[in-house]
């Protein structure tokens, strides 16, 4: 699994015009192949590496956007494609206040209120007040959100098991553990 598996070609395996692969053949002479160097002034050339990371991470997070608008017309066709997030988030969490949610997913209070809205509307979605606190209301999957919620993630993770079959097993943990640590330094 090196970080150049796509090297010379596009993601729809045609060559890119101009030959070569542009951007690793930049990096590999800007930056004499290793650590990033000077080039005019205080600005760095990215080394070779963080520019193969940057490109995978952009065509990773590309997909994935794409992805998720697809599992989130699966649960329901009206489903906006970032309301999928919350109702994951619902699904391995439990209910939760609808403050939470939009800290965890990064919006304000009144994206989340709208969103909240849509889903209830969708039936997919029950909110009700907290017992702790008279102001503020949890919110949880409704029987049918959490079952149509639940069938989508088992048929996502069949795909996965499918695309990776020919992956050793250590392989796909050593993937989910960087892509945890990852996530873990970008979020902060």
Known sequence: ???DVHKGEDRN???????GDRLSGDAERLSGGGDAV??????LVADHEYLSLERELTFLLRRARANQGEMAREVHPDLESAAYGLLVRLEEYGRQRATELAAYIGVGKATMSRQLRALEDLGLIAREPDPADGRAWLVDLTDEGR???THVREARRARYVTQLSHWDRQEVAELARLLHQLNGVIGK
């Open 13 to 19: 395996g045609d060559r890119p015009s101009g030959g």
């Open 1 to 3: 699994m090196g970080a």
């Open 147 to 149: 079952r149509r919620v």
């Open 38 to 43: 000077p080039a005019g002034g205080d600005e």
